[in-house]
């Protein structure tokens, strides 16, 4: 079974997913997320860790793009095939309807001025749900994620 750290499991699912949600104004991408709150002394590791989380939210339906509304492996395809800091900060997400209900259950609360505020410590319990949702799409931490699948997808 495949391990994420605590650090990464923050950063690149909870905190993303957070973010999405209590930004609602606005799509985010996953640079401003996670770029700059840790290292990237190693691209390619950040590059793996960044695509394994866009993928496991996208095709469980917990993040959207505007031009993929429907279908966001297009887009996961072109993010894989493209490491460039132009394309990545490109790509702003949105959360879709069941994105934002699971981080409203259990990753952010509102204020006494009813504005959204972030937990900003690792939510066992909303990792345990995010697994579960996970396995129920295929795309569990503890399973091969389906890019072979995704680069066989034809771009329109």
């Known amino acids: 079974m495949m391990t994420i750290s605590d650090d990464d ?17 606005c799509a985010i991408d996953m640079h401003f997320t996670a770029s700059f709150f840790c290292s990237k002394d190693d691209d390619d590791v950040w590059y793996e860790k960044a695509v394994a989380a866009l993928t496991r939210l996208g095709i469980s339906g917990l993040i959207c793009h505007d031009k993929f509304e429907h279908d966001i ?3 996961l ?16 997400f949105n959360p879709t309807e069941a994105g934002v209900r699971l981080a409203k259950k259990l990753l952010i609360y509102f204020n006494e001025e009813n504005r959204p505020r972030i937990i900003t410590d690792l939510c066992e319990e909303f990792r345990k749900e995010l697994g579960r949702i996970f ?4 795309v569990g931490f503890d399973v091969e994620l389906p890019y072979g699948e995704l680069l066989s997808i034809k771009n329109d």
């Open 9 to 25: 499991f923050f950063l690149f699912y909870q905190n993303f997913l957070a973010l999405i949600v209590a930004e609602e104004d």
């Open 73 to 75: 492996r297009p887009l």
């Open 77 to 92: 395809k072109y993010m894989f095939l493209n490491r460039e800091d132009n394309i990545w900060l490109a790509c702003y």
């Open 135 to 138: 396995e129920e799409h295929g």
